[in-house]
């Protein structure tokens, strides 16, 4: 039994071994024939006929830019190699549909010799080790609704391999942009010395000429420095910095100078929605991360403003977010207007005549993409003539069409003028804007408001107004409201105040060097509709009582007002009845009763005040009820 069992486990052994023998056999023979395959197989990569692939490869790239992709002859140029050597003749790209006639294909190639690692096949991502490209054109369009024609429809560039090195000979680009009125016309080449752009170029109609350069386009890691400049007479810019890598102009920052006749050319080329002006110069040190700018240490001059401060622009989802800061020693806001805009605001002062309130626009309709907030501070106002307003600090707040300043804050001679300022068009269906103004006035002086009446005093005010209109003008004439000022303890000309009490006799012997006390002026107009009620308006000194009804048409500015006066002495030349105030706010026409200002009124004035048949005199008005009924 024991050899038997013996005998049966020797067998078993045995037939293990030789199975085990048999499967190593199997596979060493596997084995050989996989690494047979495997070399096959690379043999076949190495020496691959990639022309058989022309049909795949238009296929591939169609779908990969989302433009029609024709390639008019494809072969290998090299026998064996596993970085083959490719040239694609004839390539073309027509334009999209929507792009209007005359343009020519988005690209056309004569010859594009390509060197590809086909190891990096195997990994899904093509790996372009070189380019030669020889009599390329491209026609790059963007649409006054701002289409372009080098997307692929879905909002982003198009994409493409990773690109070794480039070199280009014979070509040009030419971009038209309908949506900022700008073009180029550039000669594009790019050897082992660099990338050079060179050619000419519009600007809203100003000519430029545009050099650009670059360092050669490869795969090398590492900034990779560029310079761009457009020069011309009416605009240009000058930009030298570095890109993160070859062409990537999403990554990068540089030294950027501009000037121009007007800010609206460059805003041509760096969009981001700025008005007409004087001419300008700025410096600034940008970088772009994505869609996003950080704008530092921005400097330069506008007219005769000079500002400095920092921005960052962020952009997401079709809107344009800007948060930063601005300041001036010295600004003007006539700067901000154009030599076109200051020539249509001449013809209209032409046809209007002067007026008081400004026609600047507050129309929001160029910046409805954009929102952010922004600090602004001037040290110094300059204004065309005389003006109480000295400095200006404000913090401004856009959202969604919505502009606020809070706070405003104007600094006067004396006194400061402050609030909130509101203008409102995100409203849908909304026409005009709307404007809503909250002021209040502390601690002025009559003589920094109305120079030209040599009346002084302490002066307090408020406005509240609230109305619809493309101009700040229109706003105000079309508004509802109140405006109010309480002027108190000053001095006043001792003529006008005998004049303004209808005391004709004090005002034509009183001297002119000679005062009188002013003991209050409250000015109260109620605003509806753009017509402003005097509510009331009393002038209170120590000589008269002067009260003024009737309104003022805000609209045109045009006067209704009706001026009676009593002075508070018995006066030998006294005028009766009422004196019309009629004109403009710039331009009264102070209007005397015809026959007051005759022989025979003067003679009948004098027998009254001899006689003593006058009419009751003034007495002092109730100053601090008056101011709180005005003020309230």
Known sequence: MKNRCAGGVVDQLATTHADKKGWARGATRLMSGAILLLILALLGLAAFPWGLLKSRIEAHMTGAIGRPVMIGSMERLDSFSFHPLIRLTRLRIPQPAWVRPGLGDLARVERIDMRLSAWSLLTGKVSVEQVDATGASLQLYRNRDGRRNWTNGRGHSSGGPTLGQLRVANSHLRYVDEKRDRSFDLAVAADDTGLRLDGQGLIMGHGVTVQACGGAVNARRGPWPFSLTLDGKAVGLAMTGTMAAPLDLDHLRAAVKGHAQDLRLLDALIEAGLPGTQAVSLTAQVSRAGPDWTIETLAGTIGRS??????????????????????????????????????????????????????????????????????????????????????????????????????????????????????????????????????????????????????????????????????????????????????????????????????????????????????????????????????????????????????????????????????????????????????TIKAPDIRVPAHDRSLGGAIAMVVKGITGHQAPLAHDADCDRLARRAMR
């Open 306 to 583: 000079d500002i400095e401060g920092h921005a960052v622009i962020i952009k997401r989802h079709g809107r344009t977010r800007i948060t930063g800061a601005l300041s001036a020693d010295h600004f003007d806001f006539g700067d901000l207007s154009s030599n076109e805009g200051k020539a249509r605001a001449a013809a209209m002062r032409a046809r209007t005549g002067p007026r008081l309130l400004p026609a600047s626009a507050i129309d929001l309709t160029h910046v409805r993409h954009t929102d952010g907030s922004l600090d602004l501070r001037v040290a110094h106002l300059l204004w065309p003539g005389p003006s109480p307003f000295r400095s200006l600090h404000a913090h401004l707040s856009l959202e969604r069409s919505q502009l606020r300043l809070d706070p405003l804050t104007v600094g006067m001679h004396h006194g400061v003028f402050a609030g909130t300022m509101v203008i409102d068009q995100h409203t849908p269906g909304q026409k005009d804007p709307k404007l809503t103004l909250s002021m209040t006035m502390q601690g002025a002086r009559l003589l920094d408001v109305f120079p030209r009446a040599h009346i002084d005093g302490g002066l307090r005010g408020r406005m509240m107004v609230s109305g619809y209109g493309h101009r700040l003008r229109d706003a105000f004439g079309r508004g509802n409201g109140v405006i109010a000022l309480v002027g108190h303890d000053g001095l006043i000309p001792a003529r006008t105040a005998s004049l303004l009490g209808q005391d004709a006799g004090r005002g034509i012997t009183t001297g002119k060097q000679e005062l009188a006390s002013l003991r209050c002026v409250v000015m109260r107009l109620d605003l509806h509709s753009g017509v402003a009620r005097a509510a009331p308006i009393v002038i209170d000194t120590s000589r008269a009582l002067t009260t003024v009804s009737g309104s003022i048409r805000l609209s045109d500015e045009r006067l209704f007002l009706t001026l009676k006066g009593a002075p508070k002495q018995a006066s030998v030349l006294r005028l009766p009845g009422q004196i019309e105030v009629n004109g």
